[in-house]
């Protein structure tokens, strides 16, 4: 049986890229960049690099870059947008809880949860960092994003859904979480790349700060800094507050 985020990127790809939280690329790479040093050198891992955005946009800043993602459609596209600028990337069809690498990269990226978060069950998530941290050689970096679990435990339900939701973007409604579990159930609303109206019952956890933090001490990671996270914007001057829909990680294997 299918998950819900499997069928969602089936056939999503051109319709992912108009998202409006897939319009920060620029800003998201120029922090990456900082927190490497601008060190050329470094190998990065995409995971969950759905259609390239970022991938593609380190690559024509003269980075090493490879990509991961579950969804062969999305990576299709990426592929697409990577010939089309004769950017050399190695775009793998790879499930993120499986990661096939050992000490092979430099840092790794993982943003707009990247698969992390939406996994069904908090162990599938866990095993997502356990392979990053495989991968990652000894000082090795970890950048990635993730949902905030204090912004729903300190905001009316509703809050959850944009103000507006844009023409072709995906809709949200019958939102749900669960305080147990800090799962925000909901119904996910898109029209596919051919047009074809689907709605999807979907989940995604939401995560402590402190949670974090353990989960990444236990991998061997021996600095975790936590960041509030603003769309193509990232900065170390954001502390995490209640109101960030998202948090942003930066770790560093020991």
Known sequence: MKQWYETLFENYAHGYDKESFTQGTIGECDFI??????????????VGCGTGRHAIELSKRGYDVTGIDLSESQLKRAREKATDLKLDIDFQLQDARQLEFSQEFDLVIMICEGGFSLMETDEMNYQILQGISKALVPQGK?????????????????????????EGNAAYKDHSFDLMTLRDHNTTLIVDDDGNEISLESNERYYMPSEITWLLKSLGFSTIEIFGCKLGNFSREDNLTRDDFEILVIAQKE
């Open 33 to 46: 960049e900082e927190e490497i040093s601008f060190n050329k050198s470094c190998k990065i891992l995409d």
């Open 142 to 166: 970890l950048i990635f994003t993730t949902l905030n679990a204090l912004f729903p435990l300190t905001h009316a339900i509703n809050d959850l859904l944009p103000e507006e939701t844009k």
